[in-house]
C-alpha cells in the first residue's frame, strides 16, 4: 500500500518511521517531509506544499495511494479533507467544520459552554478597551490566547495584570496577523496537564496512551510558552480513575456533541487538561491533530500497527481495532534555538546525531535541512531525541545521553522533562 503524509514536522517524521513499519505499507510519501524522513526505510520525501490542496489531491490520484493522513492543524483548518472525500479519496482527520475546534478557540470555548463540557471561565474581545477592564476586574493570574493559529506560541499565562494587559495590546495589534484579531481571555486553572488523545471514527473512540508535554521553555515550567519542549508517556497524573472520568464526561460528550451539531468527527483529537488535586479533569484546549512533541514519544511505545487503526477509523469500524502499549516508558526531548520561541536557527551545521542513535535513541527532525551534504538547522525546535525503556528514568537518562552528543551553535534542551512523574 501506499500511503500520503502531509507534513513537515518531528511528529510527521514519527507518524512515518511508524506507518513505514507495517507489512502492509511499500512506500511513504510525505509532503514535504525533512531530511530525517529520506532517511528512514520506504519512505520519500515530495516537493509539494501541505497547503497546496489540489496537487496533493492530484498525487493522490495519480499515484494510486490507499490512505492520506494529515499531520499539522493548517490543512484541515484549510479543508483539505473536505476536498479529498469529495472527490472519493480515502483521507484521516476532521472536515472543515469540525477543524474549527483547533482553528478557533473562540468556537472551542463557546462549544464547550453549549454542551457543558469542564472548561475554563471565560469571555472574547476584539477591541483593547474591553479587554483591558475584563482583566483589570478578573485580576491575576490570568491566561491570554490569540483566537487562531498561532504555531503554539499564541498563548501567555500572565501572573500579573500589566502582563495580561500587554499581551493583548500586542495581539490585538496584530502580533499573530489575523490569528490575534480577536483574543480569548480565559480563567487561569490550577493543576496539572495532560494530554488525552484519542482516535476518533463517528461516535466511536479509542484513547492513546496517555502523555504530558512541557510547554515552558526553562526548567522547571519557567520562562515562555513554546510548542513543547519536551514530552513523555505514561503520564502518572491521569490514573485509572482520572481517565475514567476523561472519557465520560469530556471525550465522549465532545464527540457526541459534534455528531449532533452536524459536524460528525474523524481524525486525532486532541483534549489538554487541566487536573486538579481532586482529580477532575477540564479542558485548556483541543486540537484535531497528533501532539507535537506527545506524537514522538507516543510512536516510540506503540507497538501495534498503526495503519490498521486509522484504517478503522476511516471504514468505520473502529470497534474492531486493537492497540497495544510497550510496557515501560517513553519521553523526548526537544533540541531547540538558543532564539525560540520569539525566533529560529538558521543554517548552523549540526553533528552528533548518529552517536546519538549508536546509543540506541531515536533521533526525530523537525526543523531541519542540508546544504548540499552539510545538516542545518532551519527552525524554532529542531530535533527531538526520543528513547523507550522499561522506567521512566531509564528512557530520560537515555534520551538526555542522546542530547548530549548533539551539537550545533546555539542549541538548547531542558534536563527536567518527566520531573513532574519522577517526583512521583
Given at each position: 500500500m501506499h500511503l500520503l503524509l502531509i507534513g513537515s514536522g518531528g511528529r510527521e517524521h514519527a507518524m512515518a518511521w511508524k506507518l513505514a513499519q507495517s507489512e502492509k505499507v511499500t512506500r511513504v510519501s510525505v509532503a514535504p517531509g525533512n531530511p530525517g524522513m529520506q532517511l528512514e526505510d520506504k519512505v520519500e520525501c515530495l516537493s509539494i506544499d501541505p497547503t497546496d490542496i489540489e496537487a496533493l489531491a492530484q498525487f493522490a490520484v495519480s499515484e494510486s495511494v490507499h490512505l492520506t493522513i494529515v499531520g499539522p492543524e493548517a490543512p484541515l483548518v484549510a479543508g483539505v479533507v473536505d476536498v479529498f472525500t469529495d472527490k472519493g479519496l480515502r483521507i484521516f482527520g476532521p472536515r472543515q467544520q469540525a477543524a474549527q475546534l483547533e482553528g478557533s478557540k473562540a468556537f472551542a470555548k463557546d462549544f464547550m459552554a453549549r454542551h457543558q463540557i469542564p472548561t475554563a471561565a471565560y469571555a472574547t474581545f476584539n477591541t483593547v478597551e474591553p479587554a483591558i477592564a475584563f482583566i483589570?476586574?478578573?485580576?491575576?493570574?490570568?491566561?491570554?490566547?490569540?483566537?487562531g493559529l498561532a504555531a503554539g506560541k499564541g498563548v501567555v499565562v500572565a501572573q500579573t495584570t500589566e502582563e495580561a494587559c500587554d499581551?493583548?495590546?500586542?495581539?490585538?495589534?496584530?502580533?499573530?496577523?489575523?490569528?490575534?484579531?480577536?483574543?480569548?481571555?480565559?480563567?487561569?486553572?490550577?493543576?496539572e496537564e495532560a494530554?488525552?488523545?484519542?482516535?476518533?471514527?463517528?461516535?466511536?473512540?479509542?484513547p492513546l496512551a496517555s502523555s504530558q508535554d512541557h510547554k515552558a521553555r526553562d526548567e522547571g515550567d519557567k520562562g515562555p510558552n513554546t510548542g513543547g519542549m519536551g514530552a513523555y508517556s505514561p503520564a502518572p497524573v491521569v490514573t485509572d480513575s482520572v481517565h475514567a472520568h476523561v472519557v465520560t464526561d469530556i471525550l465522549q460528550p465532545t464527540i457526541d456533541a459534534l455528531a449532533d451539531d452536524g459536524m460528525p468527527f474523524t481524525g486525532f483529537l486532541y483534549v489538554g487538561l487541566m487536573i486538579d488535586n481532586e482529580g477532575q479533569a477540564r479542558?485548556?484546549?483541543?486540537?484535531?491533530?497528533?501532539?507535537?512533541?506527545?506524537?514522538?514519544?507516543?510512536?516510540m511505545r506503540m507497538e501495534s500497527d498503526l495503519l490498521d487503526l486509522l484504517d478503522h477509523a476511516v471504514n468505520g469500524t473502529l470497534t474492531e481495532a486493537d492497540v497495544q502499549w510497550h510496557d515501560g516508558s517513553s519521553i523526548g526531548v526537544v533540541l531547540a534555538a538558543g532564539e525560540y520561541p520569539a525566533g529560529s536557527s538558521k543554517d548552523k551545521p549540526i553533528t552528533g546525531i548518529a552517536e546519538a542513535d549508536s546509543l540506541g535513541c531515536k533521533v526525530f527532525h523537525a526543523g531541519t535541512k542540508l546544504n548540499g551534504d552539510q545538516l542545518v538547522t532551519a527552525g524554532g525546535r529542531v530535533l527531538c531525541v526520543t528513547a523507550v525503556a522499561g522506567s521512566l528514568k531509564e528512557a530520560k537518562q537515555l534520551a538526555e545521553s542522546g542530547a548530549e552528543c548533539i551539537q550545533w551553535e546555539g542549541c538548547r534542551y531542558r534536563s527536567d522533562i518527566g520531573y513532574k512523574a519522577i517526583d512521583r
Open positions: 483589570e476586574e478578573q485580576g491575576a493570574p490570568i491566561v491570554i490566547k490569540a483566537d499581551a493583548v495590546k500586542s495581539m490585538l495589534d496584530g502580533q499573530f496577523g489575523d490569528a490575534s484579531a480577536n483574543v480569548v481571555i480565559e480563567q487561569f486553572l490550577a493543576g494530554s488525552f488523545i484519542a482516535v476518533v471514527s463517528g461516535r466511536s473512540c479509542i479542558v485548556v484546549e483541543y486540537n484535531v491533530r497528533l501532539g507535537d512533541p506527545e506524537t514522538q514519544p507516543l510512536m
